[in-house]
């Protein structure tokens, strides 16, 4: 059995179906247990990843965590995964946290988990993907209202990765030893401006969108309204400031999965509908 955090989620999701692609018993965490559109033979737990004491039932029998980064007590959660018998752990991560800056908050959480993992006594593997091709999720709103887009940090190319490949990879990691110990930065095919990605989107929908890039001033106001100011802050940084750079392309998913890494035309085809 293995658990998987954060089920409901887009990358949660995608793991959960890999494994059950696998032929592998999956159990995914919710914190109500309800996880709705999970698919069939996926057994359903709920748990509170800030309280270790409540994953007692949720951890009862797995062999393997998938885990997301940030929760108040990371040693403590994975102290309860080892004490029930939990053999192998992998970490959804960041490309940030390879630089090691305390100060960014976003790099901070993702630091701060990685360590934990490595000290869990576990065999971990850190998985650290580029921006989600998901993340285009955002733009829903705009484009019920009509055919514009507009986004921040309109001249930043990211490598986005479907997170249809960083479940598959994390498949792999909970189910082999053969990827214990091992950090893998996880890339998609192409680096894309937001614009091309709104060109990709207008054509697999067959809709004139268009793309108009955010100022600053007016992303910072928006994204202040959605989270708290050390992470509008440390978006900034990556992205305004350029401490960030997730446009090369990596070998790593076709390496790891034995195909090529999917491109966003794909992802956009598959999720077309969620756009309706």
Do not use: C, K
């Not at 965490?29 to 748990?47: E, F, H, S, Y």
């Not at 309280?51 to 040693?75: H, I, K, N, T, V």
């Amino acid at each position: 059995m293995i658990l998987v955090t954060g089920a409901a989620g887009n990358v949660g999701g995608e793991v959960v179906r890999a494994l059950l692609d696998r032929g592998e018993p999956v159990r995914a965490l919710t914190r109500d247990g309800a996880g709705p559109g999970l698919p069939d033979g996926t057994q359903r737990v709920a748990g509170d990843l800030n309280r270790p004491d409540s994953l007692a039932p949720a951890l009862d029998g797995a062999s393997g965590l998938f885990l997301l980064p940030g929760y108040q007590d990371m040693p403590g959660l994975l102290a309860a995964a080892r004490r029930a018998g939990v053999r192998r752990v992998a970490l959804l991560s960041g490309g940030s946290a390879g630089d090691g800056d305390l100060t960014n908050a976003v790099s901070a959480y993702m630091i701060r988990s990685e360590e934990a993992v490595h000290a869990s006594g576990l065999a971990w593997t850190v998985l650290r993907p580029s921006a989600f091709m998901s993340n285009a999720f955002r733009w829903r709103p705009q484009l019920r209202a009509g055919d514009l887009v507009r986004a921040p940090f309109a001249g930043v190319r990211n490598a986005v990765t479907d997170p249809a490949d960083i479940g598959a990879v994390a498949a792999l990691a909970l189910v082999s030893d053969a990827h214990a110990g091992q950090t893998y930065r996880l890339t998609g095919p192409q680096p894309l401006l937001p614009a091309e990605q709104v060109a990709i989107l207008a054509r697999v929908l067959g809709r004139p969108l268009r793309f108009e890039g955010q100022p600053d001033d007016e992303a910072r106001q928006e994204m202040s309204a959605a989270m708290p100011p050390e992470y509008v802050d440390a978006f900034f940084r990556f992205y305004a400031d350029g401490e960030l750079d997730e446009s090369m392309v990596l070998p790593t998913v076709p390496d790891l999965l034995g195909r090529p890494a999917r491109t966003f035309e794909q992802w956009a085809s598959a999720h077309a509908a969620a756009f309706g």
